[in-house]
């Protein structure tokens, strides 16, 4: 959520970070600049996985502007049966309308929950936030990276109760066969879902691409429970790892890899719109051949060395033509 002053600053009022996996944390050394001010900051306080270092780096500003800054990192012995919030969770006001509320369900577990074995535990992904909002009628549930087990945990300690009903679900997991169980899914009911995933053009490592999300499996599922439609886009579902098949999607499912960016509008009598509503599948790959620095930038695991490698290997060499012609250039190695 941010606003705009008239010194030019961007004011990030709340910012979230589920859990520290790298595919969640690359935009924070963005925001940790100007033109952006936070104002609150909300982990699961989980201090490892791949995307750690974004974390630290975003404790530490909160703890050096402690009078500027709120900070919560969030263990699961905070949150009670109605969930856990605060001034610095939910930090929104809106004088003279409907106020959004929002609830954290999930966090860092503190021990071992019924059911979990010890990989369970330390997989980051079990430990992600899950947020919910509420504006009037409306509402709204994230459950981040959480796998089939933590879910099962969540719906054990909040399934007899209104929480985990929502209108809008951002698909666990980035549309992942592991992130959206048929139990989760039945007490959530949603509307309308949204998935946070990449383009299966996109051949990289830690992409939609290697994982095959999102998985028509999860598709299906969802379109089971899911009451709205949407304009009939023709995508590519993925049917597991680098595996993807034609798919139609005619429910209100949408997806960054298809959808580029996502515009859901809610009204607080619970009426939601897609306000970019589309029905040809977005584009934007990366051309590695006439690709400026900037957008090389851009892509996964692609810093400043390494896109002015890709250009200063272009300007000396033939084009590439197939990705593993990265491999020669200066910094790549076999590491792709
Ligand atoms: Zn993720």
Redesign the pocket.
């Known amino acids: 959520m941010k606003t705009f002053s008239r010194s030019g600053l961007i004011s990030i009022i709340l910012f979230y970070l589920t859990?520290p996996?790298i595919?969640?944390t690359r935009g924070v050394s963005v925001i940790l600049k100007a033109p952006y001010v936070i104002k609150n900051v909300v982990t699961n306080g989980l201090e490892k996985g791949s995307g750690k270092s974004g974390q630290i780096a975003l404790h530490r500003l909160a703890q050096e502007n402690e009078d500027k800054i709120g900070l919560e990192a969030i263990k699961t012995n905070r949150i009670g049966a109605t969930g856990f919030t605060n001034t610095v969770a939910d930090p929104i006001t809106c004088p003279g309308g409907t106020e959004p509320k929002i609830t954290v369900l999930w966090g860092q577990s503190v021990s071992t929950p019924t059911g979990w074995n010890q990989s369970d535990f330390v997989n980051p992904?079990n430990h992600s936030l899950v947020i919910r909002v509420d504006y009037g009628k409306a509402s709204f549930l994230i459950t981040?990276?959480l796998e089939d087990k933590a879910q099962h945990s969540l719906v054990t300690k909040y399934g007899s109760s209104p929480l985990l009903d929502a209108d809008v679900y951002l698909v666990g997991?980035?549309g992942s066969k592991n992130g959206s169980s048929q139990e989760l899914i039945d007490k959530i009911t949603p509307k309308m879902a949204l998935i946070g995933c990449g383009q299966p053009s996109r051949e990289y490592m830690w992409t939609a691409w290697a994982y095959g999300h999102p998985n028509k499996g999860i598709l299906q599922r969802l379109e089971n429970k899911i009451t709205l439609a949407r304009e009939p886009i023709d995508i590519q579902a993925g049917d597991g790892a680098h595996k993807f098949s034609d798919y139609t999607e005619t429910k209100a499912i949408y997806a960054t890899g298809w959808d580029g960016n996502v515009v859901l509008e809610a009204t607080a009598d619970g009426k939601w719109q897609n306000v970019n509503e589309i029905t040809e599948p977005v584009s934007n790959l990366i051309n590695m051949n006439s690709a400026d620095q900037a957008q090389l930038e851009t892509l996964p695991g692609i810093g400043e060395v390494r896109a002015k490698a890709i250009v200063d290997y272009r300007k000396q060499h033939e084009p590439f033509t197939k990705i593993d012609d990265l491999r020669n250039v200066h910094g790549f190695g076999t590491n792709l």
Do not use: E, K, R, T
Request: proline residues 0%.
């Open positions: 859990h996996h595919d969640h992904n981040g990276d997991h980035h």
